[in-house]
């Protein structure tokens, strides 16, 4: 485990760490909050680009604060990072909402249970955000694994039900908004796998 170096200790010593950068990736994750609550209630692909654009002006606020500071409370690669793969979830549902919107939802029960488990996902990882980067960031970003975990089962399940109860082209369509919504869970692991190593350069 990389810890940080004790020079980066010592300087913090002396310089004080620029403390906007939690309160902007707190704001960044609870617009990933909002666009799996849209997946979830079947919002508008036009509501959904709305938060998007949001999130992409909180993005480059943050990546012109980091060019521009030279002390930050942790890795500001891992910062950057964190900031990229939050992004990442909002653009993932945007995908997902527009493929619901294009291929339909099938009424699969499994579309609603992903959905679910991306919001309870983002969810963690908004909570890990907020104590970032104390220790228990760790267990709420395992719980967003978690739930990365619970998409990825019920994608595969969803497949192979669908290509055996459905017929060929509506078990495409459903394969599509399933997919769509499995990438979503990836790109919240990604994100619980950076605070976690946060946490564990911290310590």
Not at 28 to 48: D, F, H, K, N, Y
Not at 129 to 154: G, H
Not at 190 to 203: L, N, Q
């Amino acid at each position: 485990m990389k810890h940080r170096t004790s020079w980066g200790r010592i300087w913090a010593l002396f310089i004080p760490s620029d403390q906007r950068f939690v309160p902007l990736l707190r704001q960044q994750v609870g617009i990933a909050v909002l666009a799996c609550a849209l997946l979830v209630e079947g919002g508008s692909p036009a509501r959904m680009a709305e938060v998007e654009a949001d999130g992409d002006i909180i993005r480059r606020e943050l990546t012109q604060a980091l060019n521009q500071t030279f002390a930050t409370p942790f890795d500001r690669d891992d910062i950057f990072a964190l900031s990229r793969q939050i992004d990442d979830v909002i653009d993932a549902a945007q995908d997902a909402l527009l493929a619901i919107a294009v291929f339909g939802n099938q009424e699969s029960g499994h579309v609603w249970s992903m959905t679910e488990a991306l919001a309870e996902g983002t969810r963690s990882l908004e909570a890990a955000v907020d104590v970032l980067p104390s220790s228990s960031a760790a267990s709420l970003s395992r719980k967003a694994k978690k739930a990365e975990n619970v998409v990825a089962s019920l994608y595969r399940y969803g497949v192979d039900l669908g290509s055996r109860q459905l017929d060929p082209a509506d078990a495409l369509r459903l394969r599509e908004v399933l997919r769509e919504l499995r990438q979503v869970g990836r790109c919240i692991g990604r994100a619980a796998d950076t605070i976690s190593d946060i946490v564990g350069k911290e310590r």
